[in-house]
C-alpha cells in the first residue's frame, strides 16, 4: 500500500518524479516544493560536494511551524541550513525528511558549491603554511 502525502504549504497531493534524473522525489505540482527524504537531502548536496566529514553542521536554530510533515503529520521544525541564509523545514520528531520550497533545491546546491571551494581554499592554505614552516624548520636546523 502506497502512503498517500500531501504538500504541508498548500495541501495538493504530492507526486513522484525523478530528480534532475538521479533520484526520485516527492514534488508538488501546484506550488512546486519537494519533500526529500531523510537521506535525499544528502545526495541533493552530493550532487555538487560530496565529502560529507567537511560538510559541516546541518540543523541551527529551531523553531517549530504550522506545517505537518507529508508522512507522519508531525509539525514540521524550520531551521537555519549549515548557519547560511536559507531557511529549510523538517520533520525533527521522526527523522522523516525535509521540505523545500520552489527554488531551495538550487540554494542548497549553491551552498554546497560555496562550500566546497571554501574547502579547498583552506586545504591549499594549510598545504602553503606546512610548505613555509618546513621550510624555516630546515633553515633553523640548518644554522645550528
Not at 21 to 43: A, I, Q, Y
Not at 105 to 119: H, L, T, W
Amino acid at each position: 500500500m502506497t502512503l498517500i502525502m500531501n504538500c504541508p504549504k498548500c495541501k495538493s497531493g504530492l507526486i513522484k518524479k525523478f530528480y534532475k534524473g538521479m533520484f526520485e522525489v516527492d514534488s508538488c505540482p501546484n506550488c512546486r516544493g519537494m519533500w526529500l527524504d531523510f537521506d535525499e537531502l544528502d545526495k541533493l548536496e552530493d550532487v555538487v560536494f560530496d565529502e560529507d566529514e567537511r560538510k559541516g553542521s546541518l540543523v541551527h536554530y529551531q523553531t517549530r511551524t504550522d506545517l505537518s510533515c507529508p508522512q507522519c503529520g508531525a509539525m514540521l521544525d524550520e531551521f537555519q541550513y549549515r548557519l547560511y541564509d536559507l531557511r529549510l523545514d523538517a520533520c525533527t520528531a521522526n527523522g522523516h525528511g525535509f521540505w523545500l520550497d520552489a527554488g531551495e533545491d538550487e540554494r542548497v546546491m549553491e551552498i554546497m558549491q560555496k562550500r566546497a571551494g571554501e574547502m579547498e581554499r583552506k586545504i591549499n592554505a594549510e598545504a602553503e603554511w606546512r610548505q613555509i614552516l618546513e621550510g624555516l624548520h630546515a633553515f633553523l636546523t640548518r644554522r645550528k
